[in-house]
């Protein structure tokens, strides 16, 4: 059984303070939400394709030698590369 909501959301406050504006992910990451794993996964196990996770934007592929996080606190972390977010 996954986090609540309110749960996921505190995580991914934390996440965002540890990863969104910190050297040097903050030249990568550019969003940063909260999804489902069967969103994310579609070859999810039944017993999880129902909990949240966090989904993390990249402008651009991080390099191979920084580490990124596929769990934390306890919720799983899916990243995508999905270009530049510019303002209309």
């Known amino acids: 059984m996954g986090f609540l909501f309110e749960d996921v959301k505190r995580i991914n406050g934390e996440f965002v303070k540890e990863y969104f504006f910190a050297h040097p992910y903050s030249n990568y990451v550019n969003s940063c939400g909260i999804s489902m794993v069967s969103i994310c996964d579609k070859e999810a196990s ?40 510019r303002p209309l």
């Open 46 to 85: 039944p017993d999880t394709k129902d909990d949240f996770c966090l989904l993390v934007g990249f402008r651009e592929p991080l390099p191979g030698n920084i580490p990124f996080p596929t769990e934390y606190q306890g919720v799983r972390v899916f990243t995508k590369v999905i270009g530049e977010i």
